[in-house]
Each structure stands twice: as structure tokens, then as C-alpha cells.
């Protein structure tokens, strides 16, 4: 559900590094955003979570607006091919050290190891190297602030998901995603005009 909160921290995160500020109804709609991230944040301390687990869930959607912004400003004119592979392999570089240090290697069955292998070159390819490229061309072409929409259709496979599990999913939970929800609608409704890739509304 943090995730959700991706194209309200955009805005936030497009002041300093884009110099461009939002409308009196944009700020409205991130301060509601923001009410709504510290009601789940405050879900969450009732039911017990860490406070370290939930540091990392609200610094997830605030990396993702950060990244996005940077990539609108400073890299639009790289291919969005070419910046896959190369955040691709510079992930593998740092990570595959870390989680064989963090897990090591356990033995496993020759079927077990190709079952992996198919699941690891689906999400891989179609999961993770298409839908990036395809992210990346979104923020070139309509910017952060609209890329960072997409993530509108997490919080949702993930309610499902939660309720298959038998996750109990709280009202207050569904009340701050209605909330984050309305958040949005007063950042993107109307959409007139455009700057440095942010929806902003007619002065006229």
C-alpha cells in the first residue's frame, strides 16, 4: 500500500531537484497523501511492526519519486534500453555478493535448479527488464508524476493477494487507501497543462 504514495512524494521530491512548485490544490492533496501515510504507519504500530520495518516501507515510495525525478532531469536523452541494463547489472553486481553472504549456497536438486533457472529468466525478462524499459519511457515521455501513477495498481494486487493469504487487511488500512486515492484525484484533476513533465493547472 506505501507504494501508493510514489506520485505525492514526486511532487514533493520535484521542488528542489525540478524547481517547479505544486498548485494550492496539489499541496492540499499531498498533505491529505501524507495524513494517509501516517495513519498506516500508525496501523501498523498497533499491530505491532517494528519501527524499522515501517521506516523502509515509507523510504520505498519516497526512493522511487526521487529516481524518477533524477531521471526526468538528468538522464531523458539516454535510451531507456540502455539505462535497463545498465541499473540491471550494476543491481546484480551489488547484490549477488550480498545475498550469497546473507543466504549462501544451499544444494539443491537438478529439478528444483531448473524450476528456478524458468522462474528467474521470467521475471527477469517480462517482470522486471520489460516493464522497467517500459517505465523508463513513461517518465522520458509524460514524466515522473505520470509514470509514478502506475503504482496505483500495486496496492490493489496486493489487497487481493493479502486476502488469499489470510492477511487480515484492517478498515483503517482501506480508509487510508481511499484516502491516498482522493490524494491523487485533486493532484491530477484537471490536467491542462504540463511542465518539466508535472501536470499543472491552467492560471486562466
Known sequence: ?????????TIVASVPMLRVWPTFRQGGGVLLGLACMVLLLRDGQVRGMPGGDLTLAV????????????????????????????????????????????????????????EALLVLAWLGTIGTGLATVMFYRLIQTHGPLYAGMVTYVIPLGALAWGWFDDETVTATQ????????????????????????????DPA
Do not use: H
Request: proline share 8%; hydrophobic share 60%; glycine share 6%.
Open 1 to 9: 500500500m506505501m507504494v501508493c504514495l510514489v506520485p505525492l512524494l
Open 59 to 114: 523510504l520505498v515510495p519516497l526512493s522511487y519519486a526521487v529516481s524518477n525525478t533524477f531521471i526526468k532531469r538528468r538522464l531523458s536523452e539516454l535510451p531507456p534500453v540502455f539505462m535497463t541494463a545498465m541499473i540491471l547489472g550494476l543491481t546484480s553486481i551489488v547484490l549477488t555478493p550480498i545475498g550469497i553472504v546473507a543466504e549462501g549456497v544451499k544444494p539443491v536438486s537438478v529439478a528444483e535448479f531448473w
Open 174 to 201: 482501506l480508509l487510508a487507501l481511499l484516502g491516498v486515492f482522493a490524494a491523487v484525484a485533486m493532484v491530477q484533476w484537471p490536467q491542462r497543462k504540463k511542465a518539466d513533465g508535472l501536470a499543472v493547472d
